[in-house]
């Protein structure tokens, strides 16, 4: 299969390939605009994915462009994390990175060139006056007092304006098109208003600050944007991206297509509630690894190979729909059950003493690290006389479908002997404190000599050699696959949605880097967090099960 075939055709790439073929344009340039007002999210991936990826694909290129028109809510935090989120991912923008500001003073040309061709005024009702003369969808728009200023006029209060002359809120430039339009876009859209506020890439230069769709258009046009590719609710505003660029004298004019956002079940994707999350502190910070952000999925184990398979999986169309959470956690599954080591480790411990074998005895074992690639190698495993198993691992009585380790009966540990629970003892509480087992010498790596069957496998972790961590569960932030649509989504937070528990691991991941994913052998997959987890103190996250519970939680 060529490299062309084994891409994933959609409407985009269809629009792509004629307007190359036709020669309609030469090469391909594509943006990615994010505004730097929050952590990305999954859904900001998907348009990564998208942008980036027809670039690469069409020997094209993708820039990466900070839409910075409203400086009270950015932070170059966030632009800090945006660019590691897009390298992380595996993408590298063109060139030096672009800021929409660095386009302020083109941006107020092409204003005053609106106001000096009668298309633009300087608006003096308020903002609640103005939205009431802005009509609804089944009545039109009343035409401001303001509207028919004299150009020299507006001219002159747009430089006052822009000195500082006027309080915010007291004046604003608006487009003069059709208050009777249809398109609520279309009715006199405001283009600049009044922010006494500073930019943390202008400074205090500028006291007026263009509005997204004004920017957003001429900004493509100025860095040669052939498809500039944005979300459905975008659709209505190409009416007034295409009316501003027909009149400015701008030589580019890109073409706006709109795609469906990506919705992920059990998940909300609104920055406004996601920061809502933080603020109110909810969640530990944007990477909470609870978080939808792509730093939250990193910190959690989910690799950058995963998500890029998930957003080619789910595709690209102009249907909006929502995205099981399944099929992401069956992408970073199928990921991790190829490449990441395997290792043990007991997440709710019982001790087991093994009466016949020697209490000053350690043996050293040799474990594969992935049943499947002898390329992955083996590691060293210490065996003692006293381990750790699962506390489910055992019951004092159980029937023939147990698979574990029961009372009087054998089970085998994992890359280990045959062991036989001899007998228990409990606590003050009632609670199993310890099994008493003997072991069989004679069945490392082998069945017992006399033929008897040991169908059952357990893990387990030396008490001696193994490591104390936390091991934190991760599980779905909501209880719903829809909160957004609760009346109050916190209301639908997931209790169970982190569980913290002190475990213990196998000596071999006191260095275990940070991001890098084990399967824990029955237990599902883990990384050691990339914040938390130290040599001297491990925590590790648990990225996702072994098998998607939900579906049967869900069925049921």
Known sequence: MSEAEARPSNFIRQIIE????????????????????????????????????????YQGQCNLRFDDTN???????????????????????????HYSSDYFDELYGYAVELIEKGLAYVEELTPEQIREYRGTLTQPGKESPYRDRSIEENLALFEKMRNGEFKEGEACLRAKIDMASSFMVLRDPVLYRVRFAHHHQTGDKWCIYPMYDFTHCISDALENITHSLCTLEFQDNRRLYDWVLDNISIPCHPRQYEFSRLNLEYTVMSKRKLNQLVTEKLVEGWNDPRMPTISGLRRRGFTAASIREFCKRIGVTKQENMIEFGSLESCIRDDLNENAPRAMAVIDPVKVIIENFEASQTEVLNLANHPNKPEMGTREVPFTREIWIEREDFREEANKKYKRLVLGKEVRLRGAYVIKAERIEKDEQGQISTIYCSYDPETLGKNPADGRKVKGVIHWVSVDKGLPAEIRLYDRLFSVPNPAASDDFLSTINSESLVCKKGFVEASLAEAQPETGYQFERMGYFCADNQDSSSDALVFNRTVGLRDTWAKIEAS
């Open 71 to 97: 400086p009270e809510k950015e932070d170059l935090e966030y632009v800090d994390s945006i660019k590691t989120d897009v390298q992380w991912l595996g993408f590298q923008w063109a060139g030096d990175v």
């Open 18 to 57: 004629k307007d190359l073929a036709e020669g309609k344009h030469t090469s391909v340039q594509t943006r990615f605009p994010p505004e730097p007002n929050g952590y990305l999210h999954i859904g900001h991936a998907k348009s990564i994915c998208l942008n980036f990826g027809v670039a690469q694909d």
